[in-house]
Nanobody, 117 residues
Framework: VQLQAFGGGLVQPGGSLRLSCVVS????????TGWIRQAPGKERQGVAC????????HVMDSVKGRFTTFRDNAKNTAYLQINSLEPEDTAVYYC???????????WGQGTLVTVSS
């Protein structure tokens, strides 16, 4: 089982990024996939998740309207679209997977998002 996150980088405030998570070793459509971020000196936050059963999405209240998660089962890839980036979004973003959004126990390596002018 392997999850590889891509797409981080340095972005100016107000910009957008799309993070990708390429999954190998299992079929994405049968699992929940999510994104967890950790900013320097802060606790991890679960920012978004797609449930395995009905494909329902969950987004952290504080980023609703700016963060969207979706996936392409044919490509076995999950995505996190981030719009209107704010400096507070600076963090390492990890893609995660599990049987449901309450039990995400497979982790990929993180990708760093830095929002700065």
């Amino acid at each position: 089982v392997q999850l590889q996150a891509f797409g981080g980088g340095l972005v100016q405030p107000g910009g957008s990024l799309r993070l990708s998570c390429v999954v190998s070793g299992f079929s994405l459509e049968y699992y929940a996939t999510g994104w967890i971020r950790q900013a320097p000196g802060k606790e991890r936050q679960g920012v978004a998740c797609i449930d395995s059963s009905e494909g329902r999405t969950h987004v952290m209240d504080s980023v609703k309207g700016r963060f969207t998660t979706f996936r392409d089962n044919a490509k076995n890839t999950a995505y996190l679209q981030i719009n209107s980036l704010e400096p507070e979004d600076t963090a390492v973003y990890y893609c995660v997977a599990g049987h449901n959004c309450q039990s995400l126990d497979q982790w990929g390596q993180g990708t760093l998002v830095t929002v700065s002018s």
